[in-house]
C-alpha cells in the first residue's frame, strides 16, 4: 500500500499558479506509456485503478495498492514534462518514494 498526499504547490512568483497533484495524477495516467504505439488494453486497466483511486482519494491522500502504484510510478518516470519547475520535481519525488504513510517532509514544510 502506498499514500500519496495531493499538494497544490504554488508558484513563490505567483501564488495563484499552482501545481496540483489531483491534476498531474489525472494527466499522468491519461498518456500512455508508449505513445507510439498507444495503450495496450492492460495498461487501461491498471490505469483506470489509479484514476479510480484518485477519485476514491479521502482527505486529500490518494492511496493506492503496490501494483497501482507502479504503472503511476512508471508513468511519471516516462511522462514529457512541458517545463522546467521545482514542484514538478517535488511531485515526482513524492510519487516515486511513496510509502505505505504520507511523507512526513509533506506535511512539515507547510506547502500543501
Known amino acids: 500500500m502506498k499514500r500519496i ?39 487501461m486497466r491498471r490505469s483506470i485503478r489509479v484514476l479510480d483511486a484518485l477519485e476514491a482519494a479521502e482527505q486529500d491522500v490518494l492511496t ?3 501494483s497501482d502504484w507502479q504503472i503511476l ?3 511519471v518516470e516516462a511522462f514529457p514534462w512541458g517545463m522546467v519547475d521545482r514542484r514538478l520535481l517535488e511531485f515526482y ?3 516515486t518514494s511513496a510509502t505505505d504513510a504520507v511523507r512526513q ?5 507547510g506547502r500543501l
Not at 16 to 42: F, H, K, M, S
Not at 105 to 109: C, E, F, K, P, W
Open 73 to 75: 510510478k512508471e508513468k
Open 64 to 66: 493506492l495498492e503496490d
Open 5 to 43: 498526499l495531493l499538494k497544490s504547490l504554488p508558484d513563490p512568483r505567483d501564488p495563484t499558479n499552482r501545481i496540483d497533484y489531483r491534476e498531474l495524477v489525472e494527466q499522468v495516467v491519461r498518456v500512455p506509456l508508449n505513445r507510439q504505439t498507444g495503450a495496450t488494453i492492460d495498461e
Open 105 to 109: 517532509g509533506a506535511l512539515a514544510n
Open 93 to 95: 519525488d513524492d510519487v
